[in-house]
C-alpha cells in the first residue's frame, strides 16, 4: 500500500511516502510562511523523489496534533484536498502517538512533551514492551508541575523516557522534578516524522479505518485562542 504522510504540526513540517515497510521519499523543511503552497511543492518532490505520480498512491495520511493551529489546519486542507480531489482513502493520526511510536525501542514508559504555549505542555503516557507503544492515559494540556505528577505517579521499575520541544523550555524543571528515573530523547527525535506518519496511516488503512472527509479534524486539546476569545462573556457596559 503506497500512502502518503504530512506532518504539518509545528514550523518545520514534511512529506513522506512509503509502500509497505518501504520508505521511497521523505522531506523536512520550515514551512512557516506560504504554508499551502511549500507545502504541495514538497510532495511534489517528494512524490517525484520516490518515483510515482498521485495517482499511485492508496491512501494520504496527516498528523492531527496537538500543535500549530495553522500548521494544523493547513495539513489537514492539503489531505482533504488530495482525498476529494483523487478519490483516495484519508486517515488522521495523533501527533503524540508518532512521537512515541519512534521510541518504540525504549523499554518502560515514554512520554512525548509539546509545548503548548500559555505556560502549558501538550503530553500522553504510553507503555513500551517488546516493541509495542500503548497509550495508557487521555491526550492532556497541563502546567508542567502537572505533568511531574502525573509521571511520578506511574509504576516504580521503570523508566521514563520524555521526548519534544517542550523540553526547551521545560527540561529543567521536568528533570529535577522527576529525579533520576527519567531520560531525554535524543533532539532529533523529538518532532513527530512524516515517514512514521505514513506508516501509522497505512496500518490504520488496512485495518478499514479510512476517515470521513467532513468529521476528521485537528486534534486540539483545548480550545483556540479565537475560540477563547468568542467565549468570553460580552460586556455591555450595563450595571
Known sequence: MKVLGIETSATTGGFAVIDGDRLLGETVADITGRHVEKGVTMIAEVLDSAGIMVGDLD??????????????????????????????SIVGVPTLDCIAESLSSHDGFVVPVRDAR???IYFSIYSVEGCSVTRTGDYLALPPGRVIT?????PAGRRVMLSGDALLRYG????????????????EMWAARPSVVASMGALLL?????????????????PSEAERQAAKPVDDGVT
Open 172 to 187: 529543567e524543571e521536568l528533570r529535577t522534578g522527576l529525579g533520576a528515573g527519567v531520560d531525554f530523547a535524543p533532539e
Open 59 to 88: 491512501g494520504v495520511a496527516v498528523s492531527l496534533g496537538p500543535g500549530s493551529f495553522t500548521g494544523l489546519r493547513v495539513g489537514l486542507a492539503i489531505a482533504k484536498g488530495m482525498s476529494f480531489g483523487r478519490g483516495m
Open 118 to 120: 500559555r505556560g502549558e
Open 206 to 222: 488496512e485495518q478499514g479505518e479510512s476517515g470521513d472527509l467532513d468529521a476528521i479534524e485537528p486534534m486540539y486539546v483545548r
Open 150 to 154: 502525573a509521571i511520578n505517579d506511574l
